[in-house]
Every structure is written in C-alpha cells, then in structure tokens.
C-alpha cells in the first residue's frame, strides 16, 4: 500500500509560480507511473501530467502543456510539479497519483493510489 502526501499549493497572484511536492511511502515509488490530476468545485478531476519510472517519459494536457512541469526523484520518492505562469482558472486542489505498469495514462480510474490533495489557488 502506497501513501501519498502533496505539499506546496497556496494562493498565489497570477503569472506567479508554485511548485507542488508529493512525497510517498510504503510502496516501491521508483516502480510506479506517477500522476498529477486537479479537481476544480463542480467539475470533474481533470488530467494535468505522468511521469514514468525514469522520469524521462513524460506526457503532459494540452491545457498545461508548456507552464507546467514535472520531474521525479526516486530516492527521494518524490515526484514535482512545476506550475508557472499561473491563471484564475488553474485554482483547484492538486492531486498526485500512482499507478503500476508502464504506460503512461491519463484517466483518473486507471491510477489506484491517490494523495488528499494541496489547494491551489490563483488570484486575478
């Protein structure tokens, strides 16, 4: 059983930057794909990047896509995301996620470990 915890989100102006921190135990992290996802109130939790194990895969939403970036450190069984040129409608709470296997998937369903979330909140 793999326990994830995310740090880092808070309210920032936009344009600004944060950098979100998940921190995992109890598993094997450096064999896990690793997700970021985010959930704004009143809409479905939306898909941002994965991560392989190397971390030199990577796939990213077209939403995110050049703002946000994300890296691993095995052993520091941590994975990142790097959110930059923020807007108001990135303001959600930030989840990461673990999955097994190697592909790099992007359906919330298909990730079976999940952290409880950092808020993020972007002020126009």
């Known amino acids: 059983q793999v326990q994830l915890v995310e740090s880092g989100g808070g309210l920032v102006q936009a344009g600004g930057s944060l950098r979100l921190s998940c921190v995992a135990s109890?598993?094997?992290?450096?064999?896990?794909?690793m997700g970021w996802f985010r959930q704004a109130p009143g809409k479905e939790r939306e898909f941002l990047s994965s991560?392989?194990?190397?971390?030199?895969?990577?796939s990213y939403s077209d939403s995110v896509k050049g703002r946000f970036t994300s890296s691993r450190d095995n052993a520091k069984n941590a994975v990142y995301l790097q959110l930059n040129s923020l807007k108001s409608e990135d303001t959600a709470v930030y989840y990461c996620?673990?999955?097994?296997?190697?592909?790099?998937?992007?359906?919330?369903?298909?990730?079976?470990?999940w952290g409880q979330g950092t808020q993020v909140t972007v002020s126009s």
């Open positions: 996620a673990a999955r097994t296997g190697r592909l790099l998937l992007s359906t919330a369903s298909d990730y079976y470990y």
């Open positions: 109890g598993g094997s992290f450096s064999s896990y794909v």
């Open positions: 991560i392989s194990w190397s971390g030199e895969l990577l």
